[in-house]
T-cell receptor, first 111, second 115 residues
Framework: GDSVTQTEGQVALSEEDFLTIHCNYS??????LFWYVQYPGEGPQFLFR?????EKGSSRGFEATYDKGTTSFHLRKASVQESDSAVYYC??????????FGDGTVLTVKP | GALVYQYPRRTICKSGTSMRMECQAVGFQATSVAWYRQSPQKTFELIAL?????????EQNFTQEKFPISHPNLSFSSMTVLNAYLEDRGLYLC???????????FGPGTRLLVL
């Protein structure tokens, strides 16, 4: 079945550090790939998506590039802020309408 | 923009009783609504996917008899947790997507506590 693997369960950074959260997927065909962010007490917020090989999605300074060769969609940000502290989820979607989520990565940014 | 509301935000029920939660989409037509349960460990379980004018598809380990869902129009869906027990505790999220779209927009969730 479809699956998403996020390598890092927790990431701790200081402000202005560079962020990478690794996301790899397993699915047949060309799934759509998503990044969501969840703040305490809220539901997941859609960040961006990509659906084709080499397509880049971006929002709020975060970006990720769909790589079918390595089955990856790694999240990056050049300079994180304390307000970026949250849980980040990579997800894949198929034409069935379902989303399959990774286990999430807790990002903590210290001032 | 696309907004999704959920009611109530938090509810407590006695073991063996039932509770109903609602999901409302504003600013777009919610052709499909997916209901999830998020565990304390923050992982997501898909309960069912509902598409207007189509049968509701339940995932393995979830049944209509336990989690009946209604999706009567393009802005509203509800789900009931029947005969709730401790293992039903968690944050219930609805994710709504528009016609021909695969991006789901989520509400803040309904947190269910069972005593």
């Amino acid at each position: 079945g479809d699956s998403v693997t996020q390598t890092e369960g927790q990431v701790a950074l200081s402000e202005e550090d560079f962020l990478t959260i690794h996301c790899n997927y397993s699915a047949s065909g060309y799934p759509a790939l998503f990044w969501y962010v969840q703040y305490p007490g809220e539901g997941p917020q859609f960040l961006f998506r990509a659906s084709r090989d080499k397509e880049k999605g971006s929002s709020r300074g975060f970006e990720a590039t769909y790589d079918k060769g390595t089955t990856s969609f790694h999240l990056r940000k050049a300079s994180v802020q304390e307000s970026d502290s949250a849980v980040y989820y990579c997800a894949l979607g198929t034409n069935t309408g379902k989303l399959t989520f990774g286990d999430g990565t807790v990002l903590t940014v210290k001032p | 923009g696309a907004l999704v509301y959920q009611y109530p935000r938090r509810t407590i029920c006695k073991s063996g009783t039932s509770m109903r939660m609602e999901c409302q989409a504003v600013g777009f037509q919610a052709t499909s609504v997916a209901w999830y349960r998020q565990s304390p460990q923050k992982t997501f379980e898909l309960i069912a996917l509902s598409t207007v004018n189509s049968a509701i598809k339940y995932e393995q380990n979830f049944t209509q008899e336990k989690f009946p869902i209604s999706h009567p129009n393009l802005s509203f869906s509800s789900m009931t947790v029947l005969n709730a027990y401790l293992e039903d505790r968690g944050l219930y999220l609805c994710g709504a997507a528009g016609t021909g779209k695969d991006t789901q927009y989520f509400g803040p969730g309904t947190r269910l506590l069972v005593l």
